[in-house]
């Protein structure tokens, strides 16, 4: 089992940064690929980035560009820099992970383990 905890969520302005953290406990080893997914209200969960063991990463076009998904294997921690934030980038953001190496990033049903979720939330 691995356990997933994120931190850095919180409020910030049009324009401004978040860097949100997911610390892995538990079995790590078995987590091959970290992703973020993000959830607003009334909407489904959906793919933000994601990172494999090895470094290779993967994103969305909505935040291409914008935010920088790495991974610190020695910590077992992954990280989300969100930067230019937009209003539309509100939502509960969540960690996952997969124990494949191979799978379709994006794909929500991939991943076997997720984080509790932390608030970010962006005014205009």
């Known amino acids: 089992q691995v356990q997933l905890t994120e931190s850095g969520g919180g409020l910030v302005q049009a324009g401004g940064s978040l860097r949100l953290s997911c610390a892995a406990s538990?079995?790590?080893?078995?987590?091959?690929?970290m992703g973020w997914f993000r959830q607003a209200p009334g909407k489904e969960r959906e793919f933000v980035a994601a990172?494999?063991?090895?470094?290779?990463?993967y994103y969305a076009d909505s935040v291409k560009g914008r935010f920088i998904i790495s991974r610190d294997n020695v910590k077992n921690t992954v990280y989300l820099q969100m930067n230019s934030l937009k209003p539309e980038d509100t939502a509960v953001y969540y960690c996952?992970?997969?124990?494949?190496?191979?799978?379709?990033?994006?794909?929500?049903?991939?991943?076997?383990?997720w984080g509790q979720g932390t608030q970010v939330t962006v005014s205009s």
């Open positions: 990172i494999s063991w090895s470094g290779f990463t």
């Open positions: 996952a992970a997969a124990r494949r190496s191979w799978i379709p990033m994006d794909d929500r049903n991939e991943y076997d383990y």
């Open positions: 538990g079995r790590t080893s078995s987590s091959s690929v």
